[in-house]
């Protein structure tokens, strides 16, 4: 039985559990749903890291209405390799503009999700960067 760790405590998960958890932030100075949002979720790493992005990219593509590639690169976040996609998309005729940072930590890929809001996204954009250069991830031995 593993020790589960969460933001406010910790508790014993039984073996054969998988943690895909979600941890949304919502920029709250403006009316309510209108700022950004920044969406960090996890799946196993199933495939080499490389190819389980691309297939995730992939089924974007295949089911976000609008769906545009503006960028697509190889980074570093901490020290782990990541990959970073932004793209654009519409929902009910209006642009969705996100970045997503894809990374490789132990056996779980990790997404880093930016979500535009009514307001400006190079802020919003400049404003992940921030919070993904001062990552610092644990090692993964002291999570399992």
């Known amino acids: 039985m593993a020790v589960y760790h969460f933001s406010e405590g910790a508790f ?8 895909q958890s979600v941890h949304m932030l919502v920029r709250g100075d403006g009316p309510p749903a209108s700022g950004p949002t920044l969406v960090i979720n996890r799946e196993p790493l199933a495939a080499p890291f ?10 974007m593509r295949r089911t976000l209405p609008g769906f545009k590639l503006i960028e697509e690169k190889r980074i570093v976040v901490g020290t782990l390799p990541a990959i970073s996609v932004e793209l654009s ?28 809001g009514l307001g400006s996204w190079e ?3 400049a404003e992940l960067e921030r919070v993904v ?12």
């Open 12 to 19: 014993d998960l039984p073996s054969g559990w998988l943690d």
């Open 50 to 59: 490389a190819e389980q992005v691309a297939a995730n990219v992939s089924g």
């Open 89 to 116: 998309w519409k929902k009910d005729s209006a642009a969705v503009t996100q970045k997503v940072i894809f990374v490789a930590y132990a056996s779980v890929m990790l997404h880093i999700t930016l979500s535009g």
């Open 123 to 125: 802020t919003a954009r």
């Open 133 to 144: 250069a001062s990552i610092r991830f644990r090692s993964p031995e002291s999570v399992a």
